[in-house]
């Protein structure tokens, strides 16, 4: 009976850590002291890659990914015009961009990759935005996107 109930919480405890979403195994989110060197490496690689992006709200200059950076459909999408026009939007809307808060780090076990979860912090109050940004198994940025901030991952 013991071993039952034992396997049993074993169980729920495994099954309350991952999730899935649009048919991708999501595993919890990690905070910023249970990341290992490798995931902190990512995690700062990803900071420093989504504040140069976020910086163009700023300074309207955007230095384009490299091919160590990112993969080439991010590097396709991110082209200097497209990533001007957001900044200037998001510079009028919620004003100077200030820095980056990392929140968590999701694990994609379905294609390996790392999800990291950044709170924008811009000068206007009302600005509420997330930075999400994927990185690969290459240490690449395989996606990156804005969306309004939640506290729950979706």
């Given at each position: 009976?013991?071993?039952?109930?034992?396997?049993?919480?074993?169980?729920?405890?495994?099954?309350?850590?991952?999730?899935?979403?649009?048919?991708?195994?999501?595993?919890?989110?990690?905070?910023?002291?249970?990341?290992?060197?490798?995931?902190?490496?990512?995690?700062?690689k990803?900071?420093?890659?989504?504040?140069?992006l976020?910086m163009?709200?700023?300074?309207?200059?955007?230095?384009?990914?490299?091919?160590?950076?990112?993969?080439?459909?991010?590097?396709?999408?991110?082209?200097?015009?497209?990533?001007?026009?957001?900044?200037?939007?998001?510079g009028?809307?919620?004003?100077?961009?200030?820095?980056?808060?990392?929140?968590?780090?999701?694990?994609?076990?379905?294609?390996?990759?790392?999800?990291?979860?950044?709170?924008?912090?811009?000068?206007?109050?009302?600005?509420?935005?997330e930075?999400?940004v994927t990185?690969?198994?290459?240490?690449?940025?395989?996606?990156?996107?804005t969306?309004?901030?939640?506290?729950?991952?979706n």
């Amino acid at each position: 009976m013991k071993k039952c109930i034992l396997i049993s919480c074993l169980l729920l405890i495994i099954g309350c850590k991952t999730k899935q979403i649009n048919g991708k195994t999501i595993e919890k989110g990690i905070g910023a002291s249970e990341l290992n060197s490798v995931e902190k490496m990512q995690k700062d690689k990803a900071y420093e890659l989504g504040k140069r992006l976020l910086m163009t709200c700023n300074t309207s200059k955007f230095k384009p990914f490299t091919k160590s950076e990112a993969t080439d459909r991010v590097i396709a999408n991110s082209s200097e015009k497209n990533i001007k026009e957001i900044g200037v939007k998001y510079g009028l809307k919620y004003g100077d961009f200030k820095d980056l808060e990392f929140i968590e780090m999701m694990v994609n076990k379905t294609d390996a990759t790392n999800i990291y979860r950044f709170k924008a912090h811009f000068d206007y109050a009302k600005a509420n935005k997330e930075l999400r940004v994927t990185m690969n198994s290459e240490n690449k940025i395989s996606a990156i996107t804005t969306k309004n901030w939640k506290d729950e991952f979706n």
